[in-house]
């Protein structure tokens, strides 16, 4: 008695782990020390939830409007629709059968071809933040990835895909600005692939 509850409860819980947030605006921000949130400030969260067993890793972007301002600037606008596009372009080459190294040089490919300036590093996810399965890129092996990234991408998976795109800023004098995105994505039992809920796709504001 009461076994049954207790993991239950344990299954129910929801927890945050491993909480990160960054800050990028004109000009830059301090290198040391601590850092204020302004007006006109880019924020990006790196954050993940704990649930029944699974777990998250998401990456969103927030833009804290300036007085007057009820968008944000159209060239941060541009800097997320890329990242969006290069999700689009991992996805259509995620398909089952082909490592990792395959599928990171056959996207990176496109995005060039499409003049995005973008960086690919997407992993397995469930059991653990970051799963068993083929790595797609790391932030520093953009040429492909040892041993992880020969692994062949099977059906019936989930994934983080976890990239970013940069992009210039004309409201900040052509100064780049990073795009970093982490949305959760599937493979279903026939390799189609689909988002577990749905991607950012406008940012957040923040009044």
Not at 50 to 73: C, F, N, W
Not at 151 to 177: F, N
Request: aromatic share 6%; glycine share 12%; proline share 6%.
């Amino acid at each position: 008695p009461g076994v049954f509850a207790e993991e239950m409860e344990g299954l129910l819980t929801l927890a945050a782990q491993n909480v990160t947030v960054d800050v990028q605006r004109a000009g830059g921000v301090p290198s040391d020390g601590p850092v204020v949130i302004q007006p006109g400030d880019l924020l990006w969260t790196d954050f993940g939830v704990v649930a029944m067993g699974l777990k998250t890793d998401t990456q969103h972007l927030g833009y804290v409007l300036r007085s007057g301002e009820s968008e944000a600037p159209e060239g941060l606008r541009r800097c997320l629709a890329n990242s969006n596009r290069l999700q689009d372009i991992l996805l259509a080459h995620m398909e089952p059968g082909l490592t990792g190294n395959e599928i990171l040089a056959g996207a990176l490919a496109q995005m060039r071809s499409e003049g995005i300036d973008g960086t690919i590093y997407t992993h397995p996810i469930g059991d653990h933040g970051h799963g068993a399965g083929p790595l797609i890129g790391r932030w520093d092996a953009q040429e492909g990835v040892p041993e992880r990234g020969d692994v062949v991408l099977l059906p019936s998976t989930w994934h983080s895909i976890e990239l970013q795109a940069t992009t210039p800023i004309p409201e900040w004098g052509g100064e780049p600005a990073s795009c970093r995105q982490e949305e959760e994505a599937y493979l279903d039992e026939a390799g189609e692939r689909h988002w577990v809920f749905r991607r950012q796709d406008r940012l957040h504001l923040v009044w």
